[in-house]
């Protein structure tokens, strides 16, 4: 119950297109859906977040969608980059200052 | 830009040695945690700590393991006696709740502390 799924493992997208990376929760306590971004030999860095009374959000280049009803949530990286190249992992908590749940996390390769 | 720091980024131990792992959280943060990160695994939650005491903890975080907040600025996670399977990237992070940041729930990590335990 207290699981993070996330899909796919690894991703390889060419420049200018889009990926997707997908997750899926079962708790319905989670309150509280952020994607972090990690770069080998750093910590986790706050992408993007997303609270379950919204479907969707933009903040740039990237987008989170989220299905209440299916307890699932994805991110959409548009016009990938090869900056872009990084491991990205969807999280879950429930309540502001709880712990973050992660998924299992999606190593993405853009190529140019 | 404030950011969490964490010292030292590479530690290298004794199986059965104590170490100690430090955190410099962003200044006027009130939430603080520490992670895991086993080699190519996902981030693991340990601990969490406010107010001067543990909030929430995981199964992880066992008797081996506690955290201290020494002073204003520190914030250090302790292992008693290492394991061979402590071995992991350790991360600091914290965070602002009483949402005067637009970004309220947001945790910052800082680098990390790679831990080697021979």
């Known amino acids: 119950q207290q699981q993070v799924k996330q899909s796919p493992q690894s991703l390889i997208v060419q420049k200018g297109g889009i990926s997707i990376i997908n997750c899926a929760y079962e708790?319905?306590?989670?309150?509280?859906f952020p994607w972090y971004q990690q770069f080998p030999g750093k910590g986790p860095a706050l992408l993007i977040a997303?609270?379950?009374?919204?479907s969707e959000k933009k903040e740039g280049r990237f987008t989170i969608s989220f299905n209440k009803s299916a307890k699932q949530f994805s991110l959409h990286i548009m016009d990938s980059q090869p900056g872009d190249s990084a491991t990205y992992f969807c999280?879950?908590?429930?309540?502001?200052?709880?712990?973050?749940?992660f998924g299992q996390g999606t190593e993405l390769s853009v190529k140019p | 830009e404030p950011e969490v720091t964490q010292t030292p980024s590479h530690q290298v131990t004794q199986m059965g040695q104590e170490v100690i792992l430090r955190c410099v959280p962003i200044?006027?943060?009130?939430?603080f945690y520490w992670y895991r990160q086993i080699l190519g695994q996902k981030v693991e939650f340990l601990v969490s700590?406010?107010?001067?005491?543990?909030?929430?903890k995981s199964e992880i975080f066992d008797d081996q393991f506690s955290v201290e907040r020494p002073d204003g600025s520190n914030f250090t996670l302790k292992i008693r006696s290492t394991k061979l399977e402590d071995s992991a990237m350790y991360f600091c992070?914290?965070?602002?709740?009483?949402?005067?940041?637009?970004?309220?729930?947001?945790?910052?990590f800082g680098p990390g502390t790679r831990l080697t335990v021979l």
């Open positions: 992070a914290s965070s602002d709740v009483q949402g005067r940041l637009a970004s309220g729930d947001e945790q910052f």
């Open positions: 708790n319905t306590a989670f309150d509280y």
């Open positions: 997303i609270r379950p009374d919204v």
């Open positions: 999280a879950a908590s429930k309540y502001q200052g709880g712990k973050l749940i």
């Open positions: 200044s006027n943060h009130l939430y």
């Open positions: 700590f406010y107010n001067n005491e543990i909030s929430e």
